[in-house]
C-alpha cells in the first residue's frame, strides 16, 4: 500500500499537469459517479491528505465547487500522459477515472476509493485524519499528543491508525520502531522520547517524497535502503541477527511488521499468536503473566 510520501508525490505529480487548467473531459468509471460529468470546470488545486489525494475543482456556474477524492489503498495509481497519446495507457483495464484537459490527463488504476463531494464537505471524508505528515499544516504537538493518548497501545498499531497521525503505512511503521529500538508490539508508553520519535517519523517521509525509492538508512545501495522491512529472513543491516515479521492489529485490519529481534527491544509474537516479553534483568519476565517467555 503507498505511504503518504507516495500519496503526496501523487498529488504533487497530478496538481503540476492539471491545476489552472479547465477539464475537457471526465470519465469517471465508478458506480456512483457513472452519470457524472465536471468537464468545463477548471481544476483549481490537487493536494494529498494523508493517504487521501483532493483534486479540487472550481465552481461550475451555479453549482459549488466539488472534491474529487480517491485513495489509492492496496494497489491504486494516477499517472499522466499527454492527452491524445496514441500509446497512452488509458485503454488498459483497471482504469476507474481519466481527467482530460488539453495538454494532459490524468488516469486514475484501479483506485481504491472514489467520491465527488462539494469542497465544503470534505471534512466529512478526512476531518478524522490526524496531523497530516507533510501536508503544509504539520502540528507535531498534536501528533505527540495523539500518539501518547493511549500509552498501553501497540505501537506499531497506534502508527497505522490514520486518526493518530497520518501518512504512514507499513514500511515506516517498521523502519521508524526499527530505529527507536522498540519492537511494533511494544506500549506506546516505551517511547523514551516521544517528542524526538514524532520528528524522526516527519523526517523520514520528508526526505522521501521526492524519491521514488524509499530509504531510511541513508544509504542508497540496493539491498541497504532499508533496515526491516521486507526483509525477514535476510540479515540485520545493523546486528547480523534474521529480520522477522509477523502480524500486527487485530483481523481484518490485520497488517505485517517486520522487526529485528537483536535490535529492538519489548515483545514480540509467538507461533501461538501471543505476544511475549525477553526476560527482564532479574531473569524474570518483565511483564504481566499473560506475557511468555521466549529466551
Ligand atoms: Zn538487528
Known sequence: MPEGDTVWRTADRLHRALAGRELLGSDLRWPSL??????????????????????????????????????????????????????????????????????????GHKLGMLDLVPTEAEHDLVGHLGPDLLGPGWDPAEAQRRLTAR???????ALLDQRVLAGVGTFYMAEACFLARLTPWSPVADLADPAAFVALLHRL??????????????????????????????????????VRVAPIGTPPQERTAFYCPGCQRGPTPTDDGRPQRPLGSSGRPTAARSYRTRR
Not at 44 to 73: M, N, Q, W, Y
Not at 207 to 235: C, I, M, W, Y
Open 34 to 107: 457513472a452519470t457524472v460529468d465536471v468537464s468545463g470546470r477548471e481544476v483549481l488545486e490537487v493536494v494529498a491528505a494523508g493517504k487521501h489525494i483532493l483534486t479540487r475543482l472550481a465552481a461550475g456556474g451555479d453549482d459549488p465547487p466539488l472534491t474529487l477524492h480517491s485513495h489509492l489503498k492496496m494497489e491504486g495509481s494516477w499517472y499522466v500522459e499527454r492527452t491524445g497519446d496514441p500509446h497512452g495507457r488509458r485503454s488498459a483495464s483497471g482504469i476507474r477515472a481519466v481527467l482530460t484537459t488539453r495538454e494532459w490527463s490524468a488516469v
Open 151 to 157: 500509552p498501553e497501545r501497540e505501537l506499531g498499531a
Open 205 to 242: 517521509l520528508d526526505v522521501n517524497k521526492h524519491r521514488a525509492d524509499q530509504v531510511t538508512t541513508g544509504d542508497l545501495r540496493r539491498g541497504r535502503e532499508k533496515f526491516a522491512h521486507a526483509r525477514s529472513g535476510l540479515p540485520c543491516l545493523r546486528c547480523g541477527g534474521t
